[in-house]
């Protein structure tokens, strides 16, 4: 087992730089979900009152928007936790007070990091999935009672 520096006072700085980021990240993606589920929401209550299909496929733009800005701050969030990990570590490639996060794309041992696989990561999936099959189940429902 490797022995570990441990780490000076500006590298645990640093470190609290980045997790403060992370922890907007991580903030973001929850209003992401919140937002969209209250917008969509919206569409898809009128649109059952009202019986129309439109209105209900209007809810599901939302919802894609959001999905696809929740995946965005998630893709960010997994490279600056690479970067924490660099920092950490005491990677040679991360200057002090870096927050150079696109050089961390991958992690050893880990698939890269991007967009469109945190748009289908478990986390998100298991959210927006679920909303946009109520959607999609609504607007087939309203079409057939018209």
């Known amino acids: 087992m490797p022995s570990h520096q441990p780490l000076d006072d500006s590298a645990i700085k640093h470190l609290e730089f980045i997790q403060a980021v992370i922890g907007r990240l991580s903030g973001n993606a929850f209003l992401m979900k919140g937002w969209a589920l209250t917008i969509?929401?919206?569409?898809?209550?009128?649109?059952?009152?009202?019986?129309?299909?439109?209105?209900?496929?209007?809810?599901?733009?939302?919802?894609?928007?959001?999905?696809?800005?929740?995946?965005?701050?998630?893709?960010?969030?997994?490279?600056?936790?690479n970067l924490y990990d660099a920092v950490r570590s005491g990677d040679q490639r991360v200057e002090p007070f870096s927050m150079a996060y696109q050089l961390f794309?991958?992690?050893?041992?880990?698939?890269?990091?991007?967009?469109?696989?945190?748009?289908?990561?478990?986390t998100i999936t298991l959210f927006y999935l679920p909303v946009g099959g109520v959607g999609i189940a609504l607007i087939i429902y309203t079409a057939l009672q018209r």
């Open 40 to 81: 969509s929401g919206a569409f898809f209550g009128f649109s059952a009152k009202d019986l129309n299909w439109r209105v209900a496929t209007v809810g599901l733009m939302p919802l894609i928007a959001f999905w696809g800005l929740d995946a965005y701050f998630l893709s960010r969030e997994r490279m600056f936790r």
């Open 105 to 122: 794309k991958t992690r050893p041992g880990s698939k890269p990091v991007s967009w469109w696989s945190s748009v289908w990561s478990r």
